[in-house]
């Protein structure tokens, strides 16, 4: 059996699992040295989910909290396409977002920011891309939040993503920020990441083309999984 | 084009990622034996770890993969996916009823031995972790070429999970360990 692999994930765009910035991935983070596997047909292979996964509404998060009311804040369109490195489209993917109120809380027990929870707004989407790997969502702007990472820390507006791609080891959870965001640069989950080009790489671009008039600020947001690598190797098995 | 940096799943993913149960595989149409797997999420001082998600991806009963790359002329069981996602509870326990997966071809005209592919994701992790689930009672362990890659006992024995009977059903019980003395192996591929 031929066995045409992806490409090894890339150190240098991918933080360390150890990060001085980031406390909590002190005690966390696997320390020994990862072990080398050439990838099978167990890592080439992986969950592909069908139209079933996602209902119309999951794609509007100021409307889809299952309430009649539709989420205060500022209303916004995120875009973006799915790409793996050599810029093909990953079309068909599933995609999921998570992220905090306009506000800055999340709608989850753990939170216990003094802000306050909207109730037309859950703050969860999920959407498949299409054939050209473009996904779309309506939302609001999350608000920033603080956190107990280090004195007065903050982290700025941010939107949670969550892909398969094709294979088992195209899976990427992610996270992109928004423009101009003061706090950006003193983000140490952002800062984790070991280049400059790879943070610039998670923060979006206001899309004027996106913006739609007298209603939502448009974003654009793509992503980039890891390519197939061109040379298929032998892999024989029963 | 360079991949898009990894991040933290963060602390509230369960409102994005776990609102469904997604940690049942198997239904009563799908062949072969049932499982569960059970096990904890520790840290590096052995603190269970509450705010973890481990996903799993596996193979049918007959050793095939429900993907259009897995060209074995094994058949699909139209009602297996192979998927299933499970946060850990506040005690840091994650579980999947599933079935155990047939062999699947490694490298070389090598047999790989039935194996669950895992991806480990976490508040703190700023990467996600793939390590493989193999079981205790399988014989094919000892010819397994990843578990062979492996060079301590002591690191290998991470990867496998001991069976055990619960109310007379089988369970497989896997411990991840982040960090630590008895880190579990995770793989880079």
Sequence with gaps: MKIQGYNPRDWKSHPPYHFEGYASSMKRAPLKRLAKMKQTLSEITGPLFGPEAVQPRDT???????????????????????????????????????QANAAGRYHHEVDQHRAPL?????????????EKGEYRFLTVKPGPYPWLNHPNAWRPSHIHLSLFGPSFVTRLVTQFFFPGDPLIPMDPILNSVPSKSGRQRLIASYAHDVTEPEWALGYRFDIVLRGRQQTPFESDGR | ????????????????????????????????????IEGYVFDGDGQAVPDAMVEIWQANAYGRYNHPDDKQEKPLDPSFLGWGRSGTDKMGVFSFETIKPGSVPGPDESVQAPHINVTVFARGMLVHAYTRIYFGDEPGNATDPVLSSIKTKVRRQTLIAAREEKNGKPVYRFDIRLQGENETVFFDM
């Design chain 2, 1 to 36: 084009m360079k991949q898009t940096p990894s991040q933290t799943v963060g602390p509230f993913y369960s409102l994005g990622l776990t609102q469904k149960r997604m940690n049942v595989l198997a239904s009563d149409a799908t062949l072969g034996e049932r499982i569960r």
């Design chain 1, 118 to 130: 909207d109730p037309n707004f859950i703050g969860a989407g999920r959407c498949m891309s299409n």
């Design chain 1, 60 to 98: 509007d998060l100021t409307r889809n909290a299952g309430t009649d009311g539709e989420a205060m804040g500022e209303r916004v369109i995120i875009v973006g396409r799915v790409l793996d490195e050599d810029e093909r489209p990953v079309p068909n993917t599933f995609i999921e977002i998570w």
